[in-house]
Structures are given as structure tokens and as C-alpha cells.
């Protein structure tokens, strides 16, 4: 069984719904699963969130937890949001601030009518599971860190076992190594608690890491939906690419007898498909690079020429080398071992299992595309 269930979720903003913010999302999340809603800002995540949390009235659409009929655009059914049995976690924690921290977990109990005894026993359980010292919660909000903040935002969501819990980029507002931390205890919380999770985040590291499933949006529709390796393996388009890491290594052209690249001079094998042009991208960490013309292992067939090293970076135990390729940067990280300087000719190699072809259109990239010259890999 699933424990929500999503049907042509659709809400625009604007006096005429101008702005089409969740178009059409179908999707379902079964019992214990935690689905993460990755996708470029503005793309629609809080918004879908904010639908299914209650806080946000849908125009058209069906929404069930459970075998419970949560909203119904054509049945004017829905339900509001303290009677949705859910919790919630913000990126602002959205705390109560004259409130202490133990009081801000019990609210949620508190409104259940939940005796005095099991509200100690239930508030004194979470806390420990998300690890917050029984003296940081005397204190009110402004007198803890954003780390215990959180922390207190997690219990807070976590206390009264709702069927479903709810996170919109609640690690954004910490820094790196916080994240990373709090990261793995939701993780952790997940796999103890297995409740139903739907998490929102434009981060890709994080969605990879949380979701058993990531469900990639762009323009207010989800256009990808699979486990994180398989959306990494198999992007379905070259937007999904490149928000998974991949960059383009050339345009390539149907010619009277062969391909031809207008930034870059190509040999490999031909993409499946009819169309006329293609873009072929591959991750940074799968491109390899040699001196112009040298030999390279005989299974990367895929040979790009006439790049040349724009910039040179020492990481320690690797190097960066920025390659130009007919104006674009590409950004490369590779071992140590062979020393390229500015101004050296190089080819960029690859094998044909780690190049993804998309057709090309006509329709230029959205802006919010992470363009080719991004140096991030
Ligand atoms: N209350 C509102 N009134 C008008 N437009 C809105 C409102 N809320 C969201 N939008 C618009 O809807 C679209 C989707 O916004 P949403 O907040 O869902 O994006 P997001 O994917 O969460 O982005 P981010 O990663 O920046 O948080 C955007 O174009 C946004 O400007
Ligand atoms: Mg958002």
C-alpha cells in the first residue's frame, strides 16, 4: 500500500495563474519510503510540498494518505493541515520563540490532548534519539545554535509519530560540516523510525544520499523519477544530466558521411536515434585527458580533439585543469602523475558507456541549466 498518493497536483500564483508552479505532479511514495524532490530553484519543490503539507490550497488535483482522501480539487475535500497527521521540517526551523525547546516538542502533543505522563515519556524518547541534551531543552531558540535548532524542529516533527514527515531543505541554513552530520542522522532516523518521508532539497549530494527514491523536477513537473543510481546512470534528459554531474564534451552534427562537431574536431561511434544533432556529455570523472595525438586505451572511442589547457590547479594529491573546447571551460579533475601547463594541446577520451546523447533542439537552454563553463564538476 502506498501511504501517499499524489494525482495531477497542479497550482499556479498570479491573478490570471500566471505562474504555473506544480503542473500536473503524479506520483506515490509506498509505506517507509523516503522520496526526495530534487530540482533547480523555482522549479516547484516547496510549492508540491507545501500542497501535500496543507499549507498551500491546490487547484486542481487528488492527494491521499493512506486510504484517507487528504484534498480533492473536484470533491472540495481538504483537510487542513493540523488534521493531516504529519510533521513538518523548514530550512528556517520555524520554532516557537518564547517557547522552550521542550515546550516547542510538546506542542504537537499538547494538541492532541496527550496526558502530562506520556508527554515527558514521548518528549524524553525523541530527544534522545535525535541526540539533544535533556539541558539544552530549557532554553529557547534564540539561545541555541542553529544545529539545535533543527534538532529541536526534528523531534518537534518526529514526536507525535505521524504517518508522514515532511523536510524542506532543512539543512541549507548549516554549515558544511553540520550538514553533512545532521545528513547522515536523518539517515539514521529514517531507517530506525521508517516513517514515510518526502524531502525537498535542490542539493544533489544530499537527495543521493537520502532518498530511496529522487524524483528530479524542472519547471514545475517531474520529469524523472528512480533510485538514485538509476537517475545517475540513466538521466532521461540533458538537463537531468547535468544536474547530476554531467557536462557536455561536444555538439555533434549528422554529416553527408560522417559527424562532424562545430566546437570541437570528434571521432566515436554515431548515437542511436534519427536526429539530425546531439550532445554528448559524460561526467568529469569518467573524461580522460592526454597530450594531443597520444595513444589512449584502445575502448575510448570517443576522441575529442583540439582542447586546450586554460588553467592549472594543484588539489593536493590531483590537479584541475580548465580545458578549452572552442570557447567553452570544461573542468577536469586528474591525478598528479602526468604535469599539463596553460597552452598544451590535449584530446579528451572517453568510453562509450560513460557518454549519455541527448538530441539537440533549437529551444535554447533554460537558464536555470548549469551552464558548460560552471567549473563546479
Ligand atoms: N506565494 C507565491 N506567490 C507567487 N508565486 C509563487 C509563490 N510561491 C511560489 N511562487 C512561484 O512558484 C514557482 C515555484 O516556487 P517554489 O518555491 O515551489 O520553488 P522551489 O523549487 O522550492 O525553489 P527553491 O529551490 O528556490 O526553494 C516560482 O516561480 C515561484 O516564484
Ligand atoms: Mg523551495
Same mark, same amino acid.
Given at each position: 500500500?502506498?501511504?501517499?498518493?499524489?494525482?495531477?497536483?497542479?497550482? %499556479?500564483?498570479?491573478?490570471?495563474? #500566471?505562474? !504555473?508552479?506544480?503542473?500536473?505532479?503524479?506520483?506515490?511514495?509506498?509505506?517507509?519510503?523516503?522520496?526526495?524532490?530534487?530540482?533547480?530553484?523555482?522549479?516547484?519543490?516547496?510549492?508540491?510540498?507545501?500542497?501535500?503539507?496543507?499549507?498551500?490550497?491546490?487547484?486542481?488535483? !487528488?492527494?491521499?494518505?493512506?486510504?484517507?482522501?487528504?484534498?480533492?480539487?473536484?470533491?472540495?475535500? /481538504?483537510?487542513?493541515?493540523?488534521?493531516?497527521?504529519?510533521?513538518?521540517?523548514?530550512?528556517?526551523?520555524?520554532?516557537?520563540?518564547?517557547?522552550?525547546?521542550?515546550?516547542?516538542?510538546?506542542?504537537?502533543?499538547?494538541?492532541?490532548? &496527550?496526558?502530562?505522563?506520556?508527554?515527558?515519556?514521548?518528549? /524524553?524518547?525523541?530527544?534522545?534519539?535525535?541526540?539533544?541534551?535533556?539541558?539544552?531543552?530549557?532554553?529557547?531558540? /534564540?539561545? @541555541?545554535?542553529?544545529?539545535?535548532?533543527?534538532?529541536?524542529?526534528?523531534?518537534?516533527?518526529?514526536? /507525535?509519530?505521524?504517518?508522514?514527515?515532511?523536510?524542506?531543505?532543512?539543512?541549507?541554513?548549516?554549515?558544511?560540516?553540520?550538514?553533512?552530520?545532521?545528513? =547522515?542522522?536523518?539517515?539514521?532516523?529514517?531507517?530506525?523510525?521508517?516513517?514515510?518521508? !518526502?524531502?525537498?532539497?535542490?542539493?544533489?549530494?544530499?537527495?543521493?544520499?537520502? #532518498?530511496?527514491?529522487?524524483?528530479?523536477?524542472?519547471?514545475?513537473?517531474?520529469?524523472?523519477?528512480?533510485?538514485?543510481?538509476? @537517475?545517475?546512470?540513466?538521466?532521461?534528459?540533458?538537463?537531468? $544530466?547535468?544536474?547530476? #554531474?554531467?557536462?557536455?564534451?561536444? %555538439?555533434?552534427?549528422?554529416?553527408?558521411?560522417?559527424?562532424?562537431?562545430?566546437?570541437? !574536431?570528434?571521432?566515436?561511434?554515431?548515437?542511436?536515434?534519427?536526429?539530425?544533432?546531439?550532445?554528448?556529455?559524460?561526467?568529469?570523472?569518467?573524461?580522460?585527458?592526454? &597530450?594531443?595525438?597520444?595513444?589512449?586505451? =584502445?575502448?575510448?572511442?570517443?576522441?575529442?580533439?583540439?582542447?586546450?589547457? %586554460?588553467?592549472?590547479?594543484?588539489?593536493?594529491?590531483?590537479?584541475?585543469?580548465?580545458?578549452?573546447?572552442?570557447?567553452?571551460?570544461?573542468?577536469?579533475?586528474?591525478?598528479?602523475?602526468?604535469?599539463? $601547463?596553460?597552452?598544451?594541446?590535449?584530446?579528451?577520451?572517453?568510453?562509450?558507456?560513460?557518454?549519455?546523447?541527448?538530441?539537440?533542439?533549437?529551444?535554447?537552454?533554460?537558464?536555470?541549466?548549469?551552464?558548460?563553463?560552471?567549473?563546479?564538476?
Amino acid at each position: 500500500m502506498s501511504d501517499l498518493k499524489v494525482k495531477d497536483l497542479r497550482k %499556479a500564483f498570479g491573478s490570471h495563474g #500566471g505562474i !504555473v508552479a506544480v503542473d500536473d505532479v503524479t506520483l506515490e511514495v509506498p509505506q517507509a519510503e523516503m522520496l526526495v524532490l530534487v530540482g533547480p530553484s523555482g522549479c516547484g519543490k516547496s510549492t508540491t510540498l507545501r500542497c501535500l503539507a496543507g499549507l498551500e490550497n491546490p487547484d486542481a488535483g !487528488v492527494i491521499e494518505f493512506g486510504d484517507q482522501t487528504i484534498f480533492d480539487a473536484s470533491r472540495r475535500i /481538504a483537510v487542513p493541515i493540523h488534521r493531516r497527521d504529519i510533521g513538518l521540517v523548514f530550512q528556517n526551523y520555524a520554532l516557537w520563540p518564547h517557547m522552550t525547546g521542550w515546550d516547542n516538542i510538546a506542542f504537537p502533543l499538547r494538541s492532541r490532548w &496527550a496526558s502530562r505522563e506520556e508527554q515527558r515519556r514521548r518528549i /524524553a524518547a525523541v530527544a534522545e534519539v535525535v541526540d539533544l541534551d535533556r539541558r539544552l531543552l530549557d532554553k529557547r531558540p /534564540a539561545q @541555541l545554535s542553529g544545529g539545535q535548532q533543527q534538532r529541536v524542529a526534528l523531534a518537534r516533527a518526529l514526536v /507525535a509519530e505521524p504517518k508522514i514527515v515532511m523536510f524542506d531543505e532543512p539543512l541549507s541554513n548549516l554549515d558544511a560540516a553540520l550538514r553533512e552530520q545532521l545528513r =547522515s542522522e536523518i539517515r539514521r532516523l529514517h531507517e530506525e523510525i521508517r516513517f514515510t518521508g !518526502v524531502y525537498v532539497t535542490h542539493d544533489l549530494s544530499e537527495a543521493m544520499a537520502l #532518498g530511496d527514491r529522487v524524483a528530479a523536477m524542472t519547471d514545475g513537473t517531474i520529469v524523472q523519477i528512480g533510485r538514485p543510481e538509476e @537517475l545517475f546512470a540513466t538521466p532521461a534528459t540533458s538537463r537531468i $544530466a547535468r544536474m547530476m #554531474g554531467y557536462r557536455r564534451l561536444c %555538439a555533434i552534427n549528422r554529416g553527408a558521411d560522417r559527424w562532424t562537431s562545430t566546437d570541437c !574536431v570528434f571521432a566515436g561511434p554515431a548515437p542511436d536515434g534519427p536526429g539530425p544533432s546531439y550532445e554528448l556529455l559524460a561526467r568529469p570523472d569518467r573524461i580522460t585527458i592526454a &597530450a594531443e595525438g597520444t595513444a589512449v586505451p =584502445s575502448d575510448h572511442e570517443y576522441r575529442v580533439r583540439g582542447g586546450v589547457v %586554460a588553467g592549472v590547479g594543484y588539489l593536493g594529491n590531483e590537479q584541475e585543469l580548465i580545458v578549452d573546447l572552442g570557447g567553452r571551460h570544461l573542468r577536469l579533475v586528474v591525478p598528479l602523475g602526468r604535469t599539463f $601547463a596553460p597552452g598544451d594541446r590535449v584530446d579528451l577520451t572517453a568510453r562509450p558507456a560513460d557518454i549519455r546523447a541527448f538530441p539537440l533542439s533549437d529551444k535554447p537552454e533554460h537558464p536555470d541549466t548549469p551552464s558548460d563553463q560552471e567549473t563546479e564538476a
